[in-house]
Structure formats: structure tokens, C-alpha cells
């Protein structure tokens, strides 16, 4: 009887809680030292011993930053669209192909799974000399193309994840569906999807973050400076300052985070609420 | 509503890597008559649910033809095949709402919208969804097991199908439930006067709801009739012991002659207790070509009864046996006893045991009764 006595259960929890409450500080503190960083002058990001607060809170570092940038709104709008495209281009192909792999029967399906997955332990350098060749023979170089097409033919990742998670929806609701008069990509649009929420919305949320956060493809494939986005938009305090106003990088990092952090801590609730399936016994 | 004919079926799943295949179906045939209610019953993996699957379009066939009002239907799917089915897990979508999920099929086959209320309305009047609680707005997580099978019933119902297919829609019920829905489902088929064909492990459920009864296993047929002709002429052993609860008793034996009789005599090596039981008249005469022959008897055991309970037991069907179990289950008790190399199984009319375990009691067999099956293919002799 695991439940039989909660108290000693609770008792026996506090390790694990210590150990987590140890584990979310080391993780938290990075977090901490940016905003801490982006609130101080100049003179106080590099003095030891450390200063966790600033002498005064230096809240004009945040638009001195957004200057430096360049321009902020248009990196930002950038970002935005490559995003929702890559999100969108991600989330169809992606739900399309795993429908493929795991609901549709056809000869070699596995072995071609298996060599999807495959895929995913070729590492980005190793194949951006050929993509980029790629890409330049068709034209594409100084576009954003690059950065948002491919997004539509599906990730190795994203297709397992997804694939796995409607193998887990039971087989008699496909079948309910079917006798029911719906071919295949009704089923896969009316049943699968909506039964699939809490995965699309996963894939969408390491979309999101995955595109808001690239740096190498847009430093790559990006060449005129009103096509960059936000993380390539950091750069500039390296290069354009000679040393590093560390403040105003810090300032920017929090800028180009937040809208991340937000949407995580929104659709959080929706990962843990799931979809219930209680239509079936 | 429409007659389902099935030739010479065949389901062969593919091995894997080397393996031969499985077969699941080899070669079924019969005939759903219109308006019958045909249960397909067998042990777990007898094919029974893969031929509900291949009428049904949702398994392929490997060989052989499927009617559906003389149209042969094999390679038309499911949803042009105007049936429907109720599943054992219901199959609700979890997504959709009671209604919903009753209307879905006809919004597809874009049925009028006030045709569709009319129907949903009509089902769930008659299948109790409406009161005491209108439940036609609620998802499926927030109904009952029971109410969950009415909703899968009323999606089933508002197609007005050709046929309805039902794969042990009430396994997943309490016994209570499972009770109450059989006697609905029973109610269903005299108001809709819809062919049904029903899969189910539960001889009980088979006998109560079938016309006729498909049994099956190992994916053959074993008999095809009425309930109580399966229960009391089975086709074969198989037959003879899956249906019945307690199972019929078998013991093996010989037959001989004895005087203008015949005689059954238990193969044993002992003879304290040996079964012996004489026929005359009829059976007799039909014993006769057997004579000096093996067979196996069977006796159901509500055949058996105390002897003491008998004004006059006829001594050439009464013999002794020794109690190894007393088992009162109510109204009436069970009694297994040995006799010399098998033991029998007896349903005796009393709430109160009125045997000792150790004891002999004498028995009477019910002699008309009695079934003998050939041992070596299993088949009814007579």
C-alpha cells in the first residue's frame, strides 16, 4: 500500500526536494546575474568581489540598448515572422509525416523511420557548407527563405515526437472515425489534431524557442543589415563597441529572452493539463 | 437492413522475418439472415472479432467474398459499406461532446442539420440520455461507463445502418451494467428490428441475445444454430465444453452390449465407482453400430441428480460417486465427485448442502440427455 501513510511519504520527499531546490538555484543564478548585469552601471558588471545588486538601478541601459542594437523593432519583427513561419511549416509537416509513420500501413515505413531518425545525429555544421550551396544555386542567399522553407519539409525530431504521441492514441477512435465515413486526412484533421494539442503545442514551443534563438542561420544566410534578427542584432555590441558594454548586452539578452520566457510560462499550464482520452474506457 | 453473407473467409497475418504466417480466419462461411441478431462467440483468439473486423472493412481479407445484400463488398471501405459499429472501449472522441459524437457521422454524410437534431433527439430519448440529466452536452470524460455505452449505442443508432456490428461492447462493464445493458441491447433489437452482429467471449451474453450462435476456434467454425440447440446438441467436444457453466462433464469410455441395451462403461483402471450407465430404445439403437468402440460421454450437470431426490432412480442409469467438493452457490448446490477415473460435476435443486465431502453418494443420470462424441475427431456421434 504505497499511499497507505502520506506523511512518512512526505518525509521521505525531502531529499528529492533539497536536491531539486539546489538544482533550480544553479540553474536560476545565471538567470539572476543577466537581470542583475543589465540593471548596473558599466563600472559595476566586472568588479570582484561580485556585486549581486546594483548600486542604483540603471534603468535607462534598456533603450540605450535597444539603440545600440540597431533597429530593435525591425530585428524584432524579423524574428517574429521567421518564427510563426517556422512554427506553422513545422508543426503541419511534421503532425503530416507522423500521421504517415504511425497510422498509415505501408511497405518499408519502419526502415524509412529509422533512417529519419538517423538524420538527427548529423550534426548542423557538417552539412552547412552543402546547404549553403544549396541554397545559393537556387538564389536564395540574402533572403529568409533559407531560414523559414525548410521548415516545411519536417524535422526528424519534431516527426518522432509527434509520432510516438498518436501511436499512444487508441486505434478504435481511427477506426470509430472510419466506420464513421471520414478518409484519411479527415481523420488526421479532425480526430488525430485535436487530440494531439499538448504535442503540437511542444513542437511549436521548441520551434519558437529554436528560431527565436538561432543565431547561425541568419549570421549565415542573412547579408544586409535590415534582414537581422534579434539574436544576430546581439552581436552588434561586440563587434560595433570594440570591448563589451556588458550592461547593455545583458539589457538586450533580457529583451530578446523575455517574449520566450512569457510564452513558455503560458503554454506550460497547457503541457501539464494534457488532453484527457477518457472517451475510451 | 440487410443479410450479411460470409464464403470461405480466410485471414493469414504476415510472419515476421522468416516466420509463417498466423492464420487468424480459415475458411468461415454463413449467412446473417435480415433482421437477425447473429453472435459470433469464442475463446480469447479464436478469429471471432478479425471476421467482425473483415465484415466491417477494417481488416483485409486474405481470401474469400463478403455480401452485404447480395453486393460483394470486399474492397469497398468502411464508410461505404452503411454499417456501423460499437466498439469495446466505446471509441468516443474525447474532443466532442455527447452530441457531437452522436451527430459527427451524419454531418459528414451531410445530412440536414434539423435531421440530424430529429435523430440524436430520437436516440436519446430512447436510450436514456435525456433524463434524469440531459447528458447530450457533455464531453465523454464527465459520463459513467454505462452512460459512455449508450452514447456509443446512439452513435451506432442514428445512422440507421444496414447493420449494426458490436466487438463485446459490454466487457468493459460492471457485472451490474453488463446486466442492464444486455436486456437494453436485447430491447434494441425487437425496436429497431436491425440485423446485429455481435462478438463476445461471454456464452452467457451469446446465449441470452443470439437467434443463432457462430461458434468459433482456432479460427474455424464449430457450429452454427439457435442457443439452445448449441447447448443441448453440441456439434463437437469443443462446442459441447465452452458452452455451459458449469462446463458439461466429459468421461471417457466404451460401448457394450448388455442384454436388449446398450452400455457405457468408464475407462478406468480401478473399478470402485466405475460408471456404468444402460441405454435402451432409441439411444440404445443408435449406440449400437458403436459397439466395442471408445467414445467420450457427455452430461451436462444439471443432468445429474441425487439419487435420493428420485422416487424411483432407474438402477441402469444410477451410480456411485465419491464427494470431493460441496459448493453451495444459492439456489441450488454443485457437487463435484469422482467416480473411478474422472470427475462430474452435479447441480443439485437444494440451497442446503445435503452431502459430505468423503462420502458416496449415488447419482442418477438423465440418460436422454446424454451426448457421445467420437475420441479421436471430437465429433457428436449422437
Known amino acids: ?281 | 437492413m440487410a443479410e450479411i453473407t460470409v464464403e470461405n473467409l480466410r485471414k493469414v497475418y504476415p510472419g515476421s522475418k522468416g516466420q509463417p504466417g498466423k492464420v487468424a480466419v480459415e475458411g468461415a462461411s454463413f449467412t446473417i439472415r435480415d433482421k437477425e441478431f447473429m453472435v459470433l462467440v469464442g475463446p480469447s483468439g479464436c478469429g471471432k472479432t478479425t471476421t467482425l473486423r473483415m465484415i466491417a472493412g477494417l481488416e483485409d481479407i486474405t481470401s474469400g467474398t463478403i455480401r452485404i445484400d447480395g453486393r460483394v463488398v470486399n474492397d469497398i471501405p468502411p464508410k461505404d459499406r452503411d454499417l456501423a459499429m460499437v466498439f469495446q472501449n466505446y471509441a468516443l472522441y474525447p474532443h466532442m461532446s455527447v452530441y457531437r459524437n452522436m451527430a459527427y457521422a451524419l454531418e459528414l454524410r451531410r445530412v440536414p442539420k434539423r435531421v440530424i437534431r430529429d435523430r440524436v433527439g430520437k436516440a436519446a430519448k430512447l436510450l436514456g440520455l435525456l433524463e434524469p440529466d440531459d447528458l447530450l452536452e457533455r464531453k465523454p470524460k464527465a459520463l459513467s461507463g454505462g452512460q459512455r455505452q449508450r452514447v456509443a449505442l446512439g452513435r451506432a443508432i442514428v445512422r440507421e445502418p444496414k447493420a449494426f456490428l458490436f466487438d463485446e461492447p459490454l466487457s468493459n462493464l460492471d457485472a451490474k451494467m453488463r446486466v442492464e445493458t444486455r436486456a437494453e441491447l436485447s430491447r434494441l433489437h425487437r425496436t429497431l428490428e436491425a440485423t446485429m452482429v455481435y462478438v463476445t467471449h461471454d456464452q452467457i451474453e451469446a446465449m441470452t441475445l443470439a437467434d443463432r450462435i457462430v461458434v468459433m476456434n482456432e479460427g474455424r467454425i464449430q457450429q452454427i444454430a439457435p442457443p439452445l440447440e448449441v447447448y443441448h446438441r453440441p456439434a463437437n467436444l469443443f462446442v459441447a465444453s465452452f458452452i455451459g457453466s458449469p462446463r458439461i462433464n466429459t468421461v471417457s469410455g466404451r460401448i457394450e452390449r448388455d442384454g436388449d441395451g446398450m452400455a457405457f462403461v468408464e475407462k478406468s483402471e480401478r473399478s470402485e465407482h466405475r460408471l456404468r450407465l444402460v441405454f435402451t430404445g432409441d439411444e440404445a439403437r443408435m449406440l449400437a453400430s458403436r459397439d466395442g468402440q471408445e467414445v467420450v460421454l457427455g452430461l451436462r450437470p444439471e443432468h445429474l441428480s441425487d439419487a435420493r431426490d428420485l422416487s424411483a432412480p432407474d438402477p441402469r442409469a444410477t451410480f456411485e460417486a465419491r464427494i470431493d467438493v460441496v459448493e453451495p452457490v444459492g439456489p441450488e448446490t454443485w457437487i463435484y465427485a469422482r467416480t473411478a477415473g474422472h470427475q462430474l460435476i452435479a447441480r443439485v435443486p437444494h440451497a442446503e448442502p445435503r452431502a459430505d465431502i468423503g462420502h458416496t453418494l449415488r447419482f442418477t443420470a438423465e440418460l436422454s440427455r446424454a451426448r457421445f462424441f467420437d475420441p479421436a475427431t471430437g465429433l457428436a456421434i449422437c
Open chain 1, 1 to 281: 500500500m504505497p499511499d497507505a501513510d502520506p506523511i512518512a511519504r512526505r518525509g521521505n520527499r525531502w531529499p528529492a526536494v533539497l536536491l531539486l531546490i539546489g538544482f533550480s538555484i544553479v540553474f536560476i543564478l545565471p538567470f539572476a546575474w543577466m537581470i542583475s548585469t543589465s540593471l548596473k552601471p558599466l563600472n559595476e558588471t566586472m568588479v570582484l568581489p561580485p556585486k549581486w545588486l546594483p548600486s542604483e538601478p540603471q534603468w535607462q541601459n534598456y533603450p540605450d540598448a535597444m539603440r545600440a542594437m540597431g533597429p530593435f523593432w525591425l530585428h524584432a519583427r524579423n524574428s517574429l515572422m521567421l518564427a510563426l513561419l517556422n512554427v506553422v511549416g513545422t508543426v503541419v509537416s511534421s503532425a503530416l509525416v507522423a500521421y504517415g509513420f504511425s497510422r498509415i500501413e505501408w511497405r518499408g515505413r519502419d526502415s524509412v523511420f529509422l533512417l529519419l531518425l538517423a538524420t538527427m545525429m548529423i550534426p548542423f555544421p557538417v552539412i552547412m557548407i552543402p546547404v549553403y550551396t544549396l541554397f545559393r544555386e537556387l538564389g536564395w542567399i540574402g533572403t529568409f527563405k533559407p531560414l523559414w522553407v525548410p521548415a516545411f519539409l519536417a524535422g526528424a525530431f519534431n516527426v518522432f515526437l509527434l509520432r510516438q504521441f498518436f501511436l499512444g492514441i487508441p486505434r478504435d477512435l481511427t477506426e470509430a472515425a472510419r466506420m464513421d465515413g471520414c478518409g484519411e486526412f479527415r481523420i488526421f484533421w479532425q480526430i488525430i489534431l485535436p487530440l494531439a494539442k499538448p504535442a503540437l503545442l511542444t513542437v511549436a514551443l521548441f520551434q519558437f524557442m529554436a528560431t527565436w534563438n538561432d543565431f547561425l542561420g541568419p549570421l549565415i544566410f542573412l547579408v544586409r543589415q535590415e534582414q537581422f534578427t534579434l539574436a544576430l542584432g546581439l552581436q552588434n555590441f561586440q563587434s560595433a563597441f570594440g570591448g563589451t558594454a556588458w550592461h547593455w548586452l545583458m539589457a538586450g539578452s533580457t529583451l530578446v529572452i523575455l517574449p520566450v520566457v512569457v510564452l513558455f510560462f503560458l503554454a506550460q499550464r497547457a503541457f501539464i493539463r494534457g488532453i484527457s482520452t477518457t472517451g475510451l474506457k
